[in-house]
């Protein structure tokens, strides 16, 4: 198995190509809810896609109620960040699919306190005519935390 650079080594296996496809589409992702370009977060999840959120709250399904969910979360807390660090993409032998594990972090503010969570997440990748799309992802938080800011 090698090792390939994207944001940090990630283990590949499978179609390195692809991989990398998925790995660069990740970071796109992560630099679209960055710049809230709803649009970019948009065109790289399925449209049937579920987000699984990390902490025991509802179901996320559907492109469009997740994009709905993002801003609604952007609303309430201007500063929060999320970012997605993959350690690892398979891709599947008949590239039609892969799967992501990785660790994830999200940071907000909120009356003056500072939270900080993070924790594991899988995301199923699938491969459709205008590129690798997110089928679903699963986030499990680990770790919380909350400070003054």
Known sequence: MRKAKSGGDVQMTGDRTAAREIAAARA???QALADRDYGAVE???CADCTLTPGDDAALIDGREAQIEAWRSLVSQAPDVAYVRAPRRIDVAED????????R???AWSSDGVGMRYSGAYFAKWRFEADGWKIASEVFVT?????GAD
């Open 28 to 30: 796109a992702f992560n």
């Open 43 to 45: 065109a790289v999840l």
């Open 95 to 102: 590239g039609r699919l892969a799967a992501e594990t990785g």
């Open 104 to 106: 994830w972090r999200g």
């Open 142 to 146: 680990l770790s919380r935390a909350a």
